[in-house]
């Protein structure tokens, strides 16, 4: 692992423990985006949040936390472009 890839897996343990706190605990967290209690531990001993997820905590941390932060190699930029309409119409063309 690099110095860079330790840096990043650090700063997406601190952006789920954020979102933990704004959500008002791990209890709610856990509740607000419908995972198991377990979840952020294993998120956190993985170093990883899984990016189906990501969407869930952006949403109810009101964006304060971003899908960027959480998982920053998937380009969520082109998603964020597209319109569910369109990313379906693509998934069925593809």
Same mark, same amino acid.
């Given at each position: 692992? +690099?110095?860079?890839?330790? +840096? %990043?897996?650090?700063?997406?343990?601190?952006?789920?423990? &954020?979102?933990? @706190?704004? #959500? *008002? *605990?791990?209890?709610?967290?856990?509740?607000?985006?419908?995972?198991? =209690? =377990? %979840? /952020?531990?294993?998120?956190?001993?993985?170093? %990883?949040? !899984? @990016?189906?997820? #990501? /969407?869930?905590? &952006?949403? &109810? +941390? $009101? $964006?304060?936390?971003? #899908?960027?932060?959480?998982? !920053?190699?998937?380009?969520? *930029?082109?998603?964020?472009? =597209? =319109? /569910?309409?369109?990313? @379906?119409?693509?998934?069925?063309? *593809?």
């Amino acid at each position: 692992m +690099t110095k860079t890839d330790a +840096t %990043s897996n650090n700063d997406i343990v601190a952006a789920l423990d &954020e979102a933990i @706190a704004l #959500c *008002g *605990g791990a209890k709610a967290f856990v509740e607000r985006i419908h995972v198991a =209690s =377990s %979840s /952020p531990a294993m998120w956190r001993r993985r170093q %990883s949040v !899984p @990016a189906d997820h #990501c /969407p869930s905590i &952006e949403r &109810e +941390t $009101g $964006g304060k936390v971003r #899908c960027e932060r959480l998982r !920053p190699k998937v380009d969520w *930029g082109y998603l964020r472009k =597209s =319109s /569910p309409v369109q990313l @379906a119409e693509g998934a069925q063309q *593809g």
